[in-house]
């Protein structure tokens, strides 16, 4: 497989899209984990809580994630070019 500098911007976009749903999955699980009150719903709060932690987690790694993609076609690039130059 062959990369070239075209694959780019489907990989940006993908690392944005996912973002983009890691962020709006937090926001919306923080709000439902405030909205559930009370000691009933203990257990329902503390899986909320446990999932927010855990996608902004994943949301602090997507630029390190961003920049090892975009690397790794930059690289593939590279090594395209001079190992198959004629």
Known sequence: ???TLNDLPDTVL???????????G????????TSLGGNANATARQA???GTEAMSKIGSKLPL???IVALAIV???VFSALVFRN
């Open 1 to 3: 497989m062959t990369f």
């Open 65 to 67: 994630i961003g920049t």
């Open 26 to 33: 937090a926001t919306i699980t923080a709000d439902l984990s």
């Open 14 to 24: 993908i690392v944005v899209v996912a973002a983009v749903v890691v962020g709006i």
């Open 75 to 77: 690289l593939g690039v």
């Open 48 to 50: 909320m809580d446990n």
